[in-house]
Nanobody
Framework: QVQLQESGPGLVKPSQTLSLTCTVSGGSITTNSYYWSWIRQPPGKGLEWMGAISYSGSTYYSPSLKSRASISRDTSKNQFALQLSVVTPEDTAVYYC????????????WGQGTQVTVSS
């Protein structure tokens, strides 16, 4: 059973960088054909896919966030991370990490989510 767990600060000041880590257990982030995504849900809004890192380390981003988002990984810890720079209150959301299967791009495993609030 694959499990994902997000971790990071729950409060970030405007203009700072939001940093979150997803720790994966029960499966390797380097396993062929799996991609690892960050997804968020602002209050009262739908889910927004932010970006992903592949089993080989390639990264992909939503065009709306590409200039501010960065996804990396630490294979020795079986973790992947999100950094979102120059945050504003509009970045307040529940942030999720998830595993994507290919083909089909289905998120089959999710973390429980972590609330991040951007406020001074």
């Amino acid at each position: 059973q694959v499990q994902l767990q997000e971790s990071g600060p729950g409060l970030v000041k405007p203009s700072q960088t939001l940093s979150l880590t997803c720790t994966v257990s029960g499966g390797s982030i380097t396993t062929n054909s799996y991609y690892w995504s960050w997804i968020r849900q602002p209050p009262g809004k739908g889910l927004e896919w932010m970006g992903a890192i592949s089993y080989s380390g390639s990264t992909y981003y939503s065009p709306s966030l590409k200039s501010r988002a960065s996804i990396s990984r630490d294979t020795s810890k079986n973790q992947f991370a999100l950094q979102l720079s120059v945050v504003t209150p509009e970045d307040t959301a529940v942030y999720y990490c998830a595993r994507n299967t290919v083909p089909g791009w289905i998120q089959d495993y999710w973390g429980q989510g972590t609330q991040v609030t951007v406020s001074s």
